[in-house]
């Protein structure tokens, strides 16, 4: 709308006459030939793959959680094609600011499988992500990630570094001030970020047509002279080319870039929600039917590339996701120390006190017994 | 009458004032079908209507900030924020207009709204979910800052802070929303806002308390009886204003007082009870008082919250240390 | 844009293309009769008379703040169209939630002058507002006031009143995130407010064009699903119309408004500011053409209406406004109880003793002498 | 050497840190070509260019939220809010963000990164611009909290602010920006953050102050001084880590200790440091501490302000009261 230089999809497909980018339609047929990106198989088949991992795991943790074995879990189920997608173009020095539904991405950065458990265990070890460069921990605090994406692309621009930075927040998290002061500083300073809208339909139990009146939420990019576009999140092809563009976009020093990632979590908000009090079961069958998994799958079976074995594939994942799971409750443990050490670089003397203090009161429990 | 646990309670008091006032009205994230995430509204909005009982979009300055143009016209709103640690987008409404508009206007307008949140630890939660934040708001005039400990005062106080003409943060122990009991009047009653409650009389120390370490108190205080020691507990029920009289008295009679809530130590509900304690019965002390509180760091995850969170046996030690000094 | 009944100027003057609304020019010839509102000319010769008022007492306030008789203040001179163009549609019921900068729209409400300069000269009881029915103090807190003006507005709407609302901010405060949530929250709720913009171009120092990279600032309102429209600022007759255009629409149950009014800020920001720091003085000549003050009265002269005499008009305004001044001056005194009066309904017991305290200082300071 | 006022000097101080070190920037509302409202950035913007010393959009929340992201990928950030009261907007990047991400990555992230504004009364000023919000910050684990009360600490503390790996609030008196003029070194040195300063020895009572209140104790102390009184000074420097030490060895020589301030009194440094001053020293105590504070109300404007400001007559007065109980 705005730049010269925008790639042709951004007008393709202007959010302001509400279209939507789609390659693949439920049967995974090619519905778009125009824009389908030439992909080799292998690329393909890895993709299935990683989204296969992803819902695996995440089908684990929830069962984890309900055993009891883990604290409230946040399911990714049905959002996959975006994680893996992004994942699949986010380089090792380019930069991950997550919210906290995107798993695949992570792992696709390095995080562990262990790494995530042990967060939702209950340890900050486990949601440092020590081992994945350029990843922040998970932003709890919705809509506050966004800024610190743009601060590491003004980071990134003012070193002349070749890294691009990647973020994501939901459908509501759109509604909070930090989302459109985020994107307006990314206008102005015209950093390279990739901003990501996962709209699931919901925040919690809240439908998205309660958040905004707005006519689909790529359309928000024209209040900060970004570029937008509205994409179907659950098409892996989709996500694959706009991530694909937005990145090239952004590494050629053009600007960032807004996607929405049109979906919709199958699954309950956190293990502790139940969607039956907010959605109809016509609903959640409705969406079923556009699971990204099962359409790159049938895309694949058409073409004759779903080489897989999927249920021994399953149970290979099955058996390194448990070794990671048990690994992590074995390594749950919280070292005293812990609560301290990380609040300041050098720990200052009234920490030291109340340490020492709190030290003196064990001691003196240990000797009553 | 009827048993209650605090969730239900706070509901009640909803309920009531919902319907013998139609120019109250409920919103926030999640508290339409959905009843909150702690249940606290279910049923309200089917009961009144989704223009009384309503989700408003995820963004905690626009909750509140809406709200304040309510109340200055006409209404009484009572707005949910889902956790504590989601009142700090809505940090910047609360100090610089809620609580200022009556003075700015020099009583033009005034506020009676209801800012209301679960809040503190105790239930393995992710960050955000476990903090004591209280003394940020008690240290901004202009507002009313209360916390209830038993389910019949939290709908007493409730009832209260709906019909005061002043903005009032109603904080409620998510740790004892449902852990706690009791029998409730299923009429309409209030609480005085501003008035601490003396729950046992003793004589050697005073413990200061409220939220949910009432109960950890108590259980400290059943240790300290039988080692002969005599306790006057003091629920607070209202940070601010803060009732020094009660505190006075108290610590005038045992000359001792033990601070015991989880917020950080430092600048807190702990360090104004000290000084109130000095300023108020420094000749009748007889021991240093004492803060039992959370360390001055963020509050850890489950597997490191046991570290932060108070126990009876520590309430227990401190107040032994004090009895004996 | 979205809404069916949209009157036709949002759709004649659609920000995405980037048109902005102006029916006379510089030298007060119309250019666009197709939407020249057919005013009488009483109303016409009321508004120059209103914006006279307006630059005279404002003129005089910076005067009084120079001589050190009147504390930091807020010039409006350049922006009288906007403020009384507004003040014309805002009606005994309605509200005004203001920013800083519309002095004339608070007069238009029942603000005197008196009050204005007792709020300038350091007393909350000038700032208060008393006799001005529906109108909230002055916002210091940039772009917080806008969520005032969509609670009024829930309120309004909530009450069946006839009652619409009427709110401002600057180019600046658009940044701010209180600005995008307002405006959601009220696309979402559907109640009657009218949010203008004052595009003065500047926020202190900082251009509009540091400021956001959206190609003006009505078409922000796209974001929200509401309808929006930029306005020649100076061109009282826009503004005019505009307002009709607006209120109607949101008195008549269509949900709310954005107007971007484009203006200068003619003067310094406050008193204790200085321009040439950051913008050349051709620029001020070159926007001192289209001064609306001097653009009206072309228009009239040239159709004959100009029968003001207006040195005369402004002997009897400074005369007037000198009387408020010295009234002011004369009852500026604070009574110490006002300090504590207005903090709560019911002054607790912790105020009482901090101001009996304060008072046993007093004595003592008093017996001291 | 050179003669300084504080703005001069923080600006010189900012001014080393640009030259000698490139992951240094600096921005916020009219930083770059207006140098800042109070003129704190004058000439850097020219000195250092548009891509290190530049204006940002009008928004707090993103000021504060961007440095972060700047600060953990490898610069040192250091923003300006405009005011104390435009603080708020950003206080949920600060409370839920800035003072975390270090413990949240259990260290994998630093936060290198300077808050810096101007605060307090005594100029006259609007609504927003009078307030002493210090207790707020200093309440939140992981921020540093520092206030310089002349022009040369302005400098050294400055300097290990922005050398700090720790986020560093950094609040500047403005009433006394120019107020004081100081020989200043021209090189670079720097101040230990959270140590604090003995200002003045004395053996009667302790008076601990800061920022522009310093100047204001030492007028009444020289009254004190008259009255046979014989004040120990201490200017904290740094609100939080707070400097124990040094309270705790006065105290306990004086015997007395009045916290003098511009905050409101509840829940407030004051009472910090008087429950510090009944842990630290309470056998030693002699008189109840006492808090020389602003009242728990808004501060009011330009007329009715000298009420609220903390004169040296009324310093005097609780000092003697103090000496004399
Ligand atoms: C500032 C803030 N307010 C409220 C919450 C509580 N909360 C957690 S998730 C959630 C809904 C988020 O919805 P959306 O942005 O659509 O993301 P989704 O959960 O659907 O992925 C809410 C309200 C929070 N984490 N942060
Ligand atoms: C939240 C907040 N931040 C900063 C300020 C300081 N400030 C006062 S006016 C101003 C510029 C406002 O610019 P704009 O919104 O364009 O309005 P104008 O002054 O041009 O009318 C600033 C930064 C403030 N008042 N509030
Ligand atoms: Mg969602
Ligand atoms: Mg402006």
Redesign the pocket.
């Known amino acids: 709308m705005i730049q010269e230089n925008l790639p042709a999809i951004f007008r393709d497909f202007n959010p302001l006459e509400n279209k939507m980018l789609s390659l693949i339609d439920n049967d995974g047929e090619v519905v778009n030939p125009k824009y389908m990106p030439s992909l080799n198989d292998a690329i393909v088949i890895e993709a299935y793959k990683q989204m296969l991992y992803e819902r695996i795991a995440d089908e684990m943790a929830v069962s984890y959680q309900r055993q009891g074995r883990m604290y409230t879990y946040t399911p990714n189920l049905g959002q996959e094609a975006i994680h893996i997608a992004a994942g699949m173009h986010i380089r090792e020095q380019d930069w991950l600011v997550p919210?906290f539904?995107e798993m695949g991405t992570l792992l696709a950065k390095g995080v562990t499988m262990k790494e995530m458990f042990l967060f939702y265990l209950g340890n900050e070890r486990g949601g440092s992500f020590q081992n994945a460069n350029h990843t922040l921990p998970i932003a709890?605090?919705?809509?506050t990630q966004l800024h610190h994406a743009t601060g590491i692309g003004y980071s990134v621009k003012y070193r002349k570094k070749d890294e691009a930075v990647f973020t994501f927040?939901?459908?509501?998290?759109t509604s909070?001030g930090d989302f459109s002061e985020a994107l307006n500083f990314a206008g102005v300073w015209q950093v390279p970020v990739v901003f990501t809208i996962?709209n699931?339909q919901?925040?919690?139990s809240v439908p998205v047509r309660s958040q905004t009146k707005s006519i689909n939420l790529a359309v928000k990019s024209v209040a900060f002279g970004i570029p937008g576009i509205k994409v179907d999140g659950n098409d892996f092809f989709a996500m694959y080319l706009a991530y694909q563009t937005a990145a090239a976009h952004a590494l050629a020093g053009n600007g960032p870039v807004l996607i929405e990632a049109f979906t919709y979590?199958l699954g309950a908000?956190t293990t502790s929600d139940d969607p039956s009090k907010y959605r109809k079961k016509e609903e959640e069958n409705e969406w079923g039917l556009t699971d990204p998994l099962l359409r790159l799958k049938r895309y694949m079976e058409k073409k004759g590339i779903f080489t897989i074995d999927e249920k021994k594939l399953t149970e290979e994942y099955k058996k390194e996701i448990t070794g990671q799971f048990l690994d992590a409750e074995k390594n749950k443990a919280y070292p005293y120390d812990d609560v301290f050490d990380h609040m300041y670089t050098d720990m200052p003397d009234e920490l030291k006190r109340q340490k020492a203090e709190y030290e003196e009161f064990l001691n003196w429990k240990e000797n009553r017994r | 009458m009827s048993v209650m646990t605090m969730v239900k309670a706070i509901n009640n008091a909803l309920d009531i004032k919902l319907k013998e006032d139609s120019t109250v009205v409920i919103y926030g994230?999640?508290v339409g079908v959905e009843g909150g995430v702690f249940r606290v509204t279910e049923g309200l909005q089917k009961k009144y209507g989704v223009e009384r009982v309503f989700d408003s979009p995820?963004a905690?300055s626009g909750i509140v900030g809406t709200a304040l143009g309510m109340a200055v016209s006409g209404l009484r709103p009572i707005v949910e924020l889902?956790?504590e640690g989601?009142t700090f987008?809505a940090f910047n409404q609360i100090a610089s207009n809620v609580s200022r508009i009556q003075n700015r206007s020099r009583g033009k307008f005034n506020v009676p709204m209801v800012i209301r949140f679960p809040y503190g630890g105790g239930i393995n939660a992710l960050e955000h979910h476990s903090d004591s934040p209280e003394a940020l708001f008690a240290h901004i005039p202009g507002l009313k800052v209360v916390i209830p400990s038993t389910p019949y005062d939290a709908k007493g106080l409730m009832i209260a802070a709906i019909e005061s003409n002043d903005p009032v943060i109603f904080m409620e122990p998510k740790r004892i929303y449902r852990a706690i009991k009791q029998e409730v009047p299923s009429e309409k009653y209030s609480l005085p806002l501003g008035k601490a409650k003396v729950i046992q009389e003793g004589s050697d120390v005073t413990v200061v308390a409220f939220g949910a370490l009432i109960r950890e108190c108590q259980k400290a205080i059943a240790m300290g009886e039988e080692a002969g020691i005599s306790v006057e507990l003091i629920d607070l029920r209202t940070i601010y204003p803060i009732d020094r009289e009660t505190i006075r008295k108290s610590v005038r009679k045992t000359g001792r007082i033990v601070v015991v809530a989880e917020a950080h130590e430092s600048f807190s509900v702990g360090s104004e009870l000290i000084a109130i304690a000095n300023e108020e019965a420094f000749l009748y002390l007889e021991a240093p008082p004492r803060r039992v509180m959370g360390f001055d760091t963020i509050v850890p995850l489950a597997q490191g919250e046991h570290y932060f969170i108070i126990h009876p046996d520590r309430i227990f030690y401190e107040i032994e240390k004090t009895f004996k000094f």
């Open positions: 919210a539904r709890i605090s919705i809509g927040i939901g459908d509501g998290g909070e996962q699931n919901y925040a919690i979590r908000h | 994230e999640d995820l905690e889902q956790f989601f987008p």
